[in-house]
């Protein structure tokens, strides 16, 4: 019962160092839905997040014995994740379909009273999503990172191995990007 109070480092250290499977399993409790969140805006499509998710959790253990203490877990997990998005997309030569899931990941929606407005909002949810799957990945993937998972510069540049200055430019450039996208399709007024 004491490690539910541990934090994310303690807790893989149980892990790195004594193979304690519960702990392992807490861990991936308390990211479940971030990572495959993540995964899921990453990908556009749920059923391969689904896979990705899994061999994600899957690498976590693996490269359990590498993992350093002093740094973050969250980071270091979602760089993981970010791995096994890059390794499945260069698996592929031609593009993902773009999910048809009525299901979009939206936070706000469930926030929502009114019924029309958690309609019109998932339409914007689906139509960002959209336009986010169009950018390359080097763009999608800070965006992510910061407007979704509300990770810090310093934090996504750990994630991803680039320095902060390239995780500034980034998002500058994405942000850039997804506007351009908008205004070409009509949806300016979506962002």
């Known amino acids: 019962m004491k490690q539910q109070t541990r934090s ?10 004594a193979d304690d499977h519960a702990a ?17 805006r990453f990908t556009g499509d749920r059923y391969a997040a689904e896979d990705l998710f ?16 002093e740094f973050s877990f969250s980071a270091w997990a979602f760089r993981i994740a970010t791995n096994a998005c890059l390794d499945m997309r260069k698996k592929k030569s031609h593009a993902m379909e773009k999910a048809i899931d009525d299901e ?13 407005a958690g309609l019109e909002q998932e339409a914007r949810g689906r139509k960002i999503q959209g336009l ?14 910061k ?5 810090s510069i310093n934090a996504i ?20 990007q997804l506007t351009v996208l908008a205004e070409k399709r009509g949806l300016s007024n979506e962002m």
């Open 132 to 145: 986010l799957g169009e950018l390359p990945e080097k763009f999608r993937a800070v965006l992510l990172l």
């Open 8 to 17: 994310d480092e303690k807790l893989m250290l149980l892990v790195q160092k």
């Open 54 to 69: 899994q061999e994600t959790c899957m690498r976590i253990y693996q490269a359990r014995v590498s993992f350093n203490h």
């Open 104 to 116: 979009i990941i939206n936070r706000n929606a469930s926030s929502c009273t009114m019924p029309d």
């Open 24 to 40: 392992f399993e807490l861990l991936i409790q308390r990211y479940q839905k971030k990572l495959f969140g993540y995964i899921w």
């Open 157 to 176: 540049a750990a994630v991803l191995g680039i320095p902060e200055g390239t995780v500034k430019s980034r998002l500058h450039k994405g942000i850039k």
């Open 147 to 151: 407007h979704y998972e509300d990770l």
